[in-house]
């Protein structure tokens, strides 16, 4: 089962994609988590992407193409995996279309007034990338009821998980947040097309909670004929 997920930042693609990937038991694979993680231990390739990331760049597709093609060779990868934030140019989905056959790609929807108030309230794990969210939003945009509760951790400030600190991504200010949505508009939403051409694209409207939207995307995959 190879797997999709599409979005803009704060969408909810690592929440859907890391708890789809622990009921499938198939590696979640982040290009943002590797690049953060090299840039966390000063390598190579972290000294390479930290400017654009610092600015809510795209990371060159040469590099990106590179690190992705690299990770879903590994033997984990065997019985599938699910992407999320790969790809993000159409580059990135012509790469990957040569070396995969991709089963669906969910393009999760989520209205911008919403996206900026989640980016702005979301707390990552330092240690192990497990996501929370300290907003509680319940507004109506459009006539449709946006319900999401906040997804807090048992102990303020610590990961349930692993006990690591949760803090604020450095990208996640209203000035790169800006950035990064103009940059999903730009380069990104055009996969929205090139996916739909080719029959993959299933659209979620994202109005509620994971625990809420998750049956729905599961019920979705298990429509598909994939072992
Ligand atoms: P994310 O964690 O997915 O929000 O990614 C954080 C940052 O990493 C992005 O703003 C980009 O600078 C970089 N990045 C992650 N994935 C990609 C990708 N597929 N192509 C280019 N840059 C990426």
């Not at 929440?15 to 590797?34: A, F, N």
């Not at 990064?180 to 299933?202: F, H, M, N």
């Amino acid at each position: 089962m190879k797997i999709i997920f599409l979005g803009p930042p704060g969408a909810g693609k690592g929440t859907y994609s890391s708890r789809i990937g622990r009921i499938l038991k198939i590696p979640q694979i982040s290009t943002g988590d590797i690049f953060r993680e090299a840039v966390k231990q000063g390598t190579e390739l972290g000294k390479k992407v930290a400017g654009y990331m610092k600015l809510g760049k795209l990371v060159p597709d040469e590099i990106t193409i590179e690190i992705l093609e690299a990770r879903i060779n590994q033997p984990d990868c065997d019985k599938g995996f699910i992407l999320d934030g790969y790809p993000r140019t159409i580059q990135q989905a012509e790469a990957l279309d040569k070396a995969v056959k991709v089963d669906i790609v969910f393009n999760l929807l989520v209205p911008e007034d919403i996206l900026i108030k989640k980016l702005s309230a979301r707390r990552v794990c330092t240690t192990c990338g497990e996501i929370y969210n300290v907003a509680d939003i319940k507004e109506i945009i459009n006539g449709v009821k946006y319900d999401m509760p906040p997804m807090l951790p048992k102990i303020p400030g610590i990961c349930d998980k692993c006990g690591g600190e949760l803090v604020q991504r450095k990208d996640d200010t209203v000035d790169v947040i800006k950035e990064r949505l103009s940059v999903y508009k730009r380069q990104t939403e055009p996969l929205i097309v090139y996916y739909k051409k080719k029959d993959l694209l299933a659209d979620i409207y994202v109005n509620t909670g994971p625990d809420i939207m998750i049956p729905k995307i599961m019920a979705k995959l298990k429509t598909l004929n994939v072992s």
